[in-house]
């Protein structure tokens, strides 16, 4: 007699608790997970970048790992602000896993830290089905996008605990239909919040640093619906490789500039989200 094995769903099923552990070991800690979801050239980093200033003119104990597919640059951006920074390069790989994440941390994130940044690479649909032991995730997307995108990521924004828009300064140049991309977002996420920000202008300055600290005080949540639910599987032939590579910056090395460190890790599993949730205000 031959049984069949549901191998996507034993995947997303390991995937699951190793994003469930990872969420309990970091929480017990006292570290908060933001992970940041957004197409490439939605100005993720320049508001990083900004939001990790605020936190640490106010003495808020942060740091950021940001993934990408190749380049350091985000983490020279990002180490300008002084909080430790770390680059993984994915090497192709379209999306950041809860193992992957895990193992990146091990001997690195500082053991005072409350919040834990994880810019993701930029991508809306691999992202979107992997959970990374995050409390708050932030669906990102810039005023230049279109109106519609919520309604063409649907898993990405459906799944969001907050939603910001980006590049507020420029609206009116590209005259973005705000209300209209309410309406979209409330449409495949119901009651979830939507900020309005600009690195250049101001607009919303210290607004995630905000919504992360509430999550991390324990404040009441938004829960997405779409996220109780069974998500789409993104397939990959090269499941249990981890292509990344590391670069770490610290800010603080002594040399006017951040520490480089590089390594190699191996073997990641794929991660099903069912992330908590965001404040609703």
Same mark, same amino acid.
């Given at each position: 007699?031959?049984?069949?094995?549901?191998?996507?769903?034993?995947?997303?099923?390991?995937?699951?608790?190793?994003?469930?552990?990872?969420?309990?070991?970091?929480?017990?800690?006292?570290?908060?997970?933001?992970?940041?979801?957004?197409?490439?050239?939605?100005?993720?980093?320049?508001?990083?970048?900004?939001?990790?200033?605020?936190?640490?003119?106010?003495?808020?104990?942060?740091?950021?790992?940001?993934?990408?597919?190749?380049?350091?640059?985000?983490?020279?951006?990002?180490?300008?602000?002084?909080?430790?920074?770390?680059?993984?390069?994915?090497?192709?790989?379209?999306?950041?896993?809860?193992?992957?994440?895990?193992?990146?941390?091990?001997?690195?994130?500082? #053991?005072?830290?409350?919040?834990?940044?994880?810019? =993701?690479? +930029?991508?809306? /649909?691999?992202?979107? @089905?992997?959970?990374? !032991? $995050?409390?708050?995730?932030?669906?990102?997307?810039?005023?230049?996008?279109?109106?519609?995108?919520?309604?063409?990521?649907?898993?990405?924004?459906?799944?969001?605990?907050?939603?910001?828009?980006?590049?507020?300064?420029?609206?009116?140049?590209?005259?973005?239909?705000?209300? #209209?991309?309410?309406?979209?977002?409330?449409?495949? =996420?119901? +009651?979830?919040? /939507?900020?309005?920000? @600009?690195?250049?202008? !101001? $607009?919303?300055?210290?607004?995630?640093?905000?919504?992360?600290?509430?999550?991390?005080?324990?404040?009441?949540?938004?829960?997405p619906v779409m996220a109780q639910q069974p998500l789409p599987h993104h397939h990959h032939d090269h499941e249990d490789h981890d292509h990344g590579h590391d670069h770490e910056h610290d800010g603080d090395d002594g040399h006017g500039g951040p520490?480089?460190?590089?390594?190699?890790?191996?073997?990641?599993?794929?991660?099903?989200?069912?992330?908590?949730?965001?404040?609703?205000?």
């Amino acid at each position: 007699m031959c049984r069949v094995v549901d191998l996507k769903a034993a995947v997303l099923a390991k995937n699951d608790s190793a994003a469930q552990l990872l969420r309990g070991e970091l929480g017990a800690r006292g570290t908060t997970v933001v992970n940041l979801l957004s197409s490439p050239g939605s100005g993720k980093t320049a508001l990083l970048e900004a939001e990790l200033g605020f936190a640490r003119e106010r003495g808020v104990p942060v740091a950021a790992l940001t993934a990408d597919l190749a380049t350091e640059n985000d983490a020279v951006r990002l180490g300008r602000s002084g909080v430790p920074v770390k680059q993984v390069l994915t090497d192709g790989l379209c999306h950041l896993e809860a193992r992957m994440l895990g193992r990146h941390l091990d001997g690195w994130l500082p #053991a005072d830290t409350r919040l834990l940044f994880v810019e =993701n690479v +930029g991508n809306l /649909v691999c992202p979107a @089905s992997y959970d990374l !032991g $995050e409390s708050l995730r932030v669906v990102l997307a810039s005023v230049t996008e279109g109106e519609d995108k919520p309604l063409k990521y649907p898993t990405a924004f459906g799944t969001a605990h907050l939603v910001v828009v980006t590049k507020t300064d420029i609206a009116g140049a590209v005259e973005f239909d705000e209300a #209209a991309f309410r309406a979209n977002v409330q449409q495949v =996420n119901p +009651g979830v919040e /939507v900020v309005l920000t @600009s690195a250049k202008a !101001g $607009e919303g300055a210290g607004a995630l640093l905000d919504r992360a600290l509430a999550v991390a005080d324990g404040h009441p949540v938004h829960a997405p619906v779409m996220a109780q639910q069974p998500l789409p599987h993104h397939h990959h032939d090269h499941e249990d490789h981890d292509h990344g590579h590391d670069h770490e910056h610290d800010g603080d090395d002594g040399h006017g500039g951040p520490d480089h460190h590089h390594g190699h890790g191996a073997g990641p599993g794929h991660l099903h989200p069912r992330p908590a949730a965001a404040p609703t205000r």
